[in-house]
């Protein structure tokens, strides 16, 4: 079934369909209606609404409404106000000749792009900071995620597979070491 398609069609008292006329508007606008529709007062009727609601949809859709002066105001007041800090540079490979860094945001995305896909928790928000360099020469850090549960899961196994996740995503992604990973559930969804 199209989607534009209703699942019943609607018939009128004359047994004409108005879905039928829908398709013959244009035809009985440029003066091509048959006989029918042009006696009977069920068909002339509903072809007046259904070309009064077309002439009324075309003006909404060419209308174009501008937000108010002070919804606008209020938007850019509220871009201003956030802190525009360029983002934390992670360096990679920091044991090898060169230098090779990737920003904490970049990270973060990916370590939200991980968690999103585990059913049943949304991530939200995810800040991320170096601590160092281990053994390997492996960038290490730490984070804090934001999430969003659904109502009704097993916080402490649902929590466990984030941090495996996150970090896994960390290493094979990026290749920096996730070690520390703090969770705050925000909200929890209840669909």
Do not use: K
């Not at 259904?50 to 919804?71: H, I, M, Q």
């Amino acid at each position: 079934m199209a989607l534009n398609q209703p699942e019943a069609d609607y018939d009128l008292p004359c047994g004409r369909s108005l879905a039928g006329l829908w398709d013959r508007l244009d035809a009985v606008e440029r003066g091509r209606a048959d006989e029918h529709e042009l006696t009977c007062p069920h068909c002339s009727t509903a072809l007046r609404g259904l070309g009064d609601l077309r002439a009324a949809t075309g003006e909404l859709r060419a209308e174009r409404p501008r937000p108010s002066r002070d919804l606008t105001e209020r938007i850019m007041a509220a871009v201003r106000a956030e802190p525009r800090t360029p983002p934390a540079m992670l360096p990679l490979d920091a044991g090898r000749p060169g230098r090779t860094e990737v920003s904490d945001r970049a990270v973060a995305a990916v370590v939200r792009f991980a968690v999103d896909a585990i059913d049943g928790v949304r991530a939200r928000r995810c800040l991320l900071r170096a601590m160092g360099v281990d053994e390997d020469g492996t960038t290490v850090v730490e984070g804090r995620l934001t999430v969003t549960v659904t109502y009704g899961a097993d916080l402490s196994e649902l929590l466990a597979v984030v941090r495996h996740r996150a970090a896994a995503a960390c290493t094979a992604s990026v290749g920096v070491r996730l070690s520390v990973l703090d969770i705050d559930v925000a909200d929890v969804d209840d669909r």
